[in-house]
Nanobody, 117 residues
Framework: VQLQACGGGLVQPGGSLMLSCVASGMLFSIVDMGWYRQALGKQRELVAYITSGSSVHYADSVKYRFTISRDNAKNTVFLQMNSLQLEDTAVYYC????????????WGKGTLVTVSS
């Protein structure tokens, strides 16, 4: 399985970015997918996940600002990030989501999001 995230960059507070992650080597449409992030010096955390049936869940810190979606035809999961805050600065990764076992696949390189004025 390979996971390639992209779309990060430098943005001012209040700005927006759209992240994409293309997955290969798995039957994407039946896998629950998540976006995770790791800020410098902190543990990786779950930001949002979307089930195979497109049910979504968000961490409290991003609720109402971020939107996760998926395109099964393109094996891609998206994260639309609005109203970005300084504390959203992190490397963002995608991986599968499992509420018991956690993410299963090797982490890709991720994509860096820097929120700064």
């Amino acid at each position: 399985v390979q996971l390639q995230a992209c779309g990060g960059g430098l943005v001012q507070p209040g700005g927006s970015l759209m992240l994409s992650c293309v997955a290969s080597g798995m039957l994407f449409s039946i896998v629950d997918m998540g976006w995770y992030r790791q800020a410098l010096g902190k543990q990786r955390e779950l930001v949002a996940y979307i089930t195979s049936g497109s049910s979504v869940h968000y961490a409290d810190s991003v609720k109402y600002r971020f939107t996760i979606s998926r395109d099964n035809a393109k094996n891609t999961v998206f994260l639309q990030m609005n109203s970005l805050q300084l504390e959203d600065t992190a490397v963002y990764y995608c991986n599968n989501y499992h509420n018991y076992y956690g993410p299963s696949f090797s982490w890709g390189k991720g994509t860096l999001v820097t929120v700064s004025s």
